[in-house]
């Protein structure tokens, strides 16, 4: 299902080192303006498939320190994360707007049929059991409800880098030099995704409404919505 590597054993632990080492919350407001551009790209196309209206109630997998949640128009939002960094950063950017637990993706504290709308983005590279993840996002999701994600599309991304640095440009394009600025860390990926993988990871779930390339023209990102029937 996944790539055969090296599992943590103690992953909550391990996540926690990752997200000291490599911030997730970086790319918002990263030095490199191709970064920024980029990311930026991947969050107007998520929140336009979300589609989601005041009468939402939505879930954020994996929510971070809650980036997303503060773009989000919906009835009621609530966020999750594994990370007690991510969790308490969320908290303190939303306050009492937005209802943030500390739990694992895998095991949502949810009831079956919750929330219209279920967010997990960039959280699948970097969990145990991605199908499990989606599995559990499409069991909390009310029927007729839409789960949109996004994942890293590894294979052009990496060749990019590889492009960038062969012409010299990875100081200028990738922050080469500067942990602070570094644009991708295969560190903190334990899985390694393409449509091929995403499809496998997501085979319980109905065919994907949408599929979408962010950007078409080089795509570093791969978004998918689906529907529960």
Sequence with gaps: MHDQISMPER????????????????????????VRWME???????????????EHALLDVGCGAGNLLLQVD????????ISKKMVSRARQRLGDQVRIVH????????????????????VLSHVLRPEKV???SFRVLKPGGRLVLSVSYEVTIER?????????????????????????????????????????CAAK???????RKIPWFWPTHLIAAYQKP
């Design 74 to 81: 919906a009835g009621t939002r609530h966020g999750l994360d």
């Design 103 to 122: 739990a694992d993706a895998e095991q949502l504290p949810y009831a079956d049929a919750t929330f219209d709308r279920v967010l997990c983005s960039s």
């Design 205 to 211: 779930l109905p065919k994907p409404l949408l599929l």
């Design 160 to 200: 990019g880098i590889r492009i960038a640095r062969k012409l010299g440009l990875g100081p200028v394009l990738l922050g080469d030099g500067s942990p602070d600025e570094h644009v991708y860390n295969s560190e903190y990926h334990l899985h390694h995704f393409d449509a091929k993988l995403l499809h496998e």
């Design 11 to 34: 992953f909550a632990d391990w996540n926690e080192q990752m997200v000291a080492r490599h911030d997730p919350e970086r790319f918002h407001d990263h030095p490199r303006k191709v």
């Design 134 to 136: 989606l599995e559990e």
């Design 40 to 54: 930026s790209r991947r969050v107007r196309a998520v929140l336009r498939l979300l589609k989601t209206d005041r």
